[in-house]
T-cell receptor, first 112, second 116 residues
């Protein structure tokens, strides 16, 4: 089965700085890579996703990059704000089956 | 529109009790997933339905766990003879399509199960 590893497990940045979270996956058949943000006690919410036919995707301050050859993908948050503080999960999925394999999460703290 | 809802939000059970957790997916969503999220960990896949058919139950940790979706909408996850290691948040997610490239899953708020 798929194995997704995520680093770092905790990350503290000053407000306005950038944050980068990295994930690797093992199953070369995985072709969909979502990122979820989970605030304390809340449900995971999709913030950005990328499909395997794309190398990079941006949405305002958030970007995701994918390297299929190396089987890794990264989340980049620029100009961080205190409200970005949360736990971020990466995941990998195939089209068929559709279940997500999640990383272990990164707790991001943005210091005002 | 309404998102995925789950009930109860919190459940405390004594060891050995049976529990039933309910998920109401977004109307019209074909696929429904159950995940288990232990404290400080990412969600782990339990089982998956496409309409009323349970297509994958490979993630269920033991035969004490059972899930159903008899009419292809509401789903129930049942845990028999609960053990302390079953304590976790149980998340339900639904998605509109299956077998296509559109895989976004919408999560419910979860049920936090505590087994004493």
């Amino acid at each position: 089965g798929e194995n997704v590893e995520q680093h770092p497990s905790t990350l503290s940045v000053q407000e306005g700085d950038s944050a980068v979270i990295k994930c690797t996956y093992s199953d070369s058949a995985s072709n969909y890579f979502p990122w979820y943000k989970q605030e304390l006690g809340k449900r995971p919410q999709l913030i950005i996703d990328i499909r395997s036919n794309v190398g990079e995707k941006k949405d305002q301050r958030i970007a995701v990059t994918l390297n299929k050859t190396a089987k890794h993908f990264s989340l980049h948050i620029t100009e961080t704000q205190p409200e970005d503080s949360a736990v971020y999960f990466c995941a990998a999925s195939r089209n068929t089956g559709n279940q997500f394999y999640f990383g272990t999460g990164t707790s991001l703290t943005v210091i005002p | 529109g309404a998102g995925v809802s789950q009930s109860p939000r919190y459940k405390v059970a004594k060891r050995g009790q049976d529990v039933a957790l309910r998920c109401d997916p977004i109307s019209g969503h074909v696929s429904l997933f159950w995940y288990q999220q232990a404290l400080g960990q990412g969600p782990e896949f339990l089982t998956y339905f496409q309409n009323e058919a349970q297509l994958d139950k490979s993630g269920l940790p033991s035969d004490r766990f059972f899930a159903e979706r008899p009419e292809g909408s509401v789903s129930t996850l049942k845990i028999q003879r609960t053990q302390q290691e079953d304590s976790a948040v149980y998340l339900c997610a639904s998605s509109l399509f299956t077998g296509t490239s559109y895989n976004e899953q919408f999560f419910g708020p979860g049920t936090r199960l505590t087994v004493l």
